[in-house]
Nanobody
Framework: QVQLVESGGGSVQAGGSLRLSCAAS????????MGWFRQAPGKEREGVAT???????DYANSVKGRFTISQDNAKNTLYLQMNSLKPEDTAMYYC????????????????????WGQGTQVTVSS
């Protein structure tokens, strides 16, 4: 069982930056993939960025060049540095993790992830 606790959300003006953190209850070396998903009101949940512990990063096209995902295995913590934020980035952001199973649907597909955090709200005003 993996518990994930997000922090770092908040309100910011367009063009600003935020850094999200996700603390895992187990060593991140035991996790195959970690990542961030988001869900805006009235919209489907979407993958934002994921990282494979053994190497490999995927970003949604909408955040490429603005967001950076990273992992500190010594602290068992995942980060998402978000720059040049836009109002359309407003959403609840969730940390996710995958170790063994479930079935694989792709790095940015929510069905690939068994473990989810409670979420942290990001609000970007114009």
């Amino acid at each position: 069982q993996v518990q994930l606790v997000e922090s770092g959300g908040g309100s910011v003006q367009a063009g600003g930056s935020l850094r999200l953190s996700c603390a895992a209850s187990v060593s991140t070396f035991s996790i195959d993939y970690m990542g961030w998903f988001r869900q805006a009101p009235g919209k489907e949940r979407e993958g934002v960025a994921t990282i494979r512990t053994r190497g490999g990063i995927d970003y949604a096209n909408s955040v490429k060049g603005r967001f950076t995902i990273s992992q500190d295995n010594a602290k068992n913590t995942l980060y998402l540095q978000m720059n040049s934020l836009k109002p359309e980035d407003t959403a609840m952001y969730y940390c996710v993790a995958r170790s063994a199973g479930p079935s694989w649907y792709g790095a940015l597909n929510q069905r690939s992830y068994r473990y989810w955090g409670q979420g942290t709200q990001v609000t970007v005003s114009s």
